[in-house]
Structures are given as C-alpha cells and as structure tokens.
C-alpha cells in the first residue's frame, strides 16, 4: 500500500504535480489525493484519475481529489 502510495505520488510528480499527497485509507475503500493547485482543469484530473487509479488499483469513483 505504501508502495503504491508513493509510486502515485512520483508519477504525478513527473506529471508537473510537484506538491502532491497521496493516501490509501486503511479501513474505507477510498484514496485521497491532496494537490496543491489553484484550480484544476478536466485534464488534470482526468491525469490525476488515471495516474492513482493505475498504481493503487482503485477505480475512479473511490479516488477523491482534494485542491488546496
């Protein structure tokens, strides 16, 4: 799960999302992904879906996108 978590977190990196947090709940069925971003357009999260959804194996509808 870690290792998942940081694999999102390198790749997003290398996408141009330099400040970027990604977390797997242990005991919910959902992974957060905090991004430091004034606003994101639908084809950032549509990299940010694909991206966390390919390394943590969740499907978009339990990945949440959290700007800050």
């Given at each position: ?6 694999a ?6 290398a ?7 990604v ?6 069925n ?7 971003a004034?606003g994101?357009t639908?084809?950032n ?24």
């Amino acid at each position: 799960q870690a290792e998942n978590e940081a694999a999102a977190e390198i790749l997003l990196a290398a996408k141009g999302f330099e400040d970027v947090v990604v977390s797997v709940g242990t005991s919910s069925n959902s992974v957060n992904v905090i991004v430091a971003a004034d606003g994101l357009t639908r084809e950032n999260t549509a990299v940010i879906y694909k991206t966390v959804a390919t390394e943590t194996g969740y499907e978009a509808d339990y990945i949440r996108i959290l700007p800050i």
